[in-house]
């Protein structure tokens, strides 16, 4: 069981900056997961934003939409992801999640195994 805790949205004028955290638990601490950010606007599907992998040499991904915006990155003495957001735009606004699952990290949402409540970001123009 592994339970994910998301924080750090807010509201933010277009340009700004908000860093996102995903606090885990259970057992990722003695497993090797690949963590996971989403977004989600009503209406639409859920969006694959970034990935990281679990090993030392970290394996990233990003959406085009957010490659050279956004930074994942991770502290696995915390068992802690972040998503740092710089120069957000209106389209940003979602509700991002993050996830998890074993080994290699993915683009696909229906591959992950867990999942958080969610943190609503809202950008202004």
């Given amino acids: 069981q592994v339970q994910l805790v998301e924080s750090g949205g807010g509201l933010v004028q277009a340009g700004g900056s908000l860093r996102l955290s995903c606090a885990a638990s259970g057992r990722t601490s003695s497993r090797n997961y690949a963590m996971g950010?989403?977004?989600?606007?009503?209406?639409?599907?859920?969006?694959?934003?970034?990935?990281?992998?679990?090993?030392?040499d970290s394996t990233l991904y990003y959406a085009d939409s957010v490659k050279g915006r956004f930074t994942i990155s991770r502290d696995?003495?915390?068992?802690?992801?972040?998503?740092?957001?710089?120069?957000?735009?209106?389209?940003?606004?979602?509700?991002?999640?993050?996830?998890?699952?074993?080994?290699?990290?993915?683009?696909?949402?229906?591959?992950?195994?867990?999942w958080g409540q969610g943190t609503q970001v809202t950008v202004s123009s």
Wanted: a positive charge; aromatic letters at 16%; proline letters at 5%.
């Fill in 37 to 56: 950010w989403f977004r989600q606007t009503p209406g639409k599907e859920r969006e694959f934003v970034a990935a990281i992998s679990w090993s030392r």
């Fill in 76 to 114: 696995n003495a915390k068992n802690t992801v972040y998503l740092q957001m710089n120069s957000l735009k209106p389209e940003d606004t979602a509700v991002y999640y993050c996830a998890a699952r074993l080994l290699a990290p993915s683009r696909v949402d229906a591959s992950y195994d867990y």
